[in-house]
């Protein structure tokens, strides 16, 4: 892993977020949030501002617009690989039905749990079980992190 990938920060700030009640549509380490409330925190921990605005979504949003909205928005602001190449660290998207729009994610630990918040529970490490494995549908890594910038004075 290279110096500006950010894998094991976005793993930090994961489980920075453990124990967070779950609330849907919150985005606040500690107070609330729900799975994707999790993934934008991380983001604004690496990058700072969020690089979309946040339309507001009914818990039901998948089912009653059948629209892949999670999977575009990741397509737009995350790079996409194979759920068989997935790094700890990279975002993971699952559909919760078979042939249903993808509208859960959560962050990879390694290769048998992952961090995320789900309904009427805390924001978690969990297992990835068979289950899970199952509903996996996309994973995407984060973009790499800016390089740092020196503030030393020419000579």
Not at 69 to 98: C, H, M, W, Y
Not at 114 to 142: C, N
Request: charge should be neutral; charged fraction near 20%.
């Amino acid at each position: 892993m290279t110096a500006n990938r950010p894998n094991d920060k976005a793993i930090a700030e994961a489980y920075r977020w453990i124990g967070t009640p779950f609330h849907h549509q919150a985005s606040l380490c500690g107070i609330g949030s729900d799975c994707l409330g999790l993934v934008r925190g991380i983001w604004r921990t690496l990058y700072g501002l969020e690089p979309e605005a946040m339309p507001p979504y009914a818990p039901d949003w998948a089912e009653a617009t059948h629209r892949e909205t999670l999977l575009e928005a990741a397509q737009r602001n995350l790079i996409e690989t194979s759920t068989a190449n997935a790094k700890p660290g990279d975002v993971l998207l699952f559909r919760l039905r078979q042939n249903a729009p993808a509208r859960h994610c959560g962050i990879l630990v390694n290769d048998e749990c992952m961090i995320h918040a789900w309904s009427g529970y805390a924001v978690a490490e969990t297992p990835l079980d068979p289950t899970w494995r199952r509903r996996l549908s996309h994973a995407f890594q984060f973009p790499q992190l800016p390089s740092p910038r020196t503030n030393s004075m020419p000579d």
